[in-house]
Structures are given as C-alpha cells and as structure tokens.
C-alpha cells in the first residue's frame, strides 16, 4: 500500500482537489469528506488492494483521517 494511491483514491471523492499538501493527522472533512463519501472510500480501497474490510471497521468517525486509513489497510492486508 502507497499513502500516495491512497491520497488519489481520497482526492477524486473529495471536493478539495490539492491534496499532496493535507497532513495525514488533517480530518478528511474538513475538505468535503463525509459519511457517504467514506462508503465509498471503502469500496474503492477494497477493490485498489484486494482485501476485504470488515464490517466492525466502518465506522466514519473512527477513521477521519489519512493516518486512520492509511492504518485501517494495513489491519486488513494482514488479517
């Protein structure tokens, strides 16, 4: 997993298109990310990397960040 394909992913669902410069510990909506937005993160980021994220782990505002993310697919590369 590259942060970088992971800020690609994140920036074509967010309004804010700038997004080599959002710090990882940034929260995600303060760029336009929200609920719905994170659903479909999920999607995505299941289909870009082959592994299947657990149900338990969707819950938006547990991970709000890049960092969040970023961990949230490592857990679930290596389970």
Do not use: P, V, W
């Given at each position: 997993m590259?942060?970088?394909e992971v800020l690609k992913i994140i920036a074509d669902l967010c309004a804010e298109r700038n997004m080599d410069e959002i710090p990882e510990a940034d929260e995600l909506d303060k760029y336009g990310?929200?609920?719905i937005s994170f659903i479909t993160l999920i999607v995505n980021l299941e289909k870009r990397f082959n592994i299947k994220i657990d149900d338990d782990y969707l819950d938006?505002?547990?991970f709000r960040t890049v960092d969040d993310?970023?961990?949230l697919i490592d857990r679930c590369g290596n389970a």
């Open positions: 590259n942060k970088n990310f929200d609920s938006y505002q547990k993310i970023c961990k």
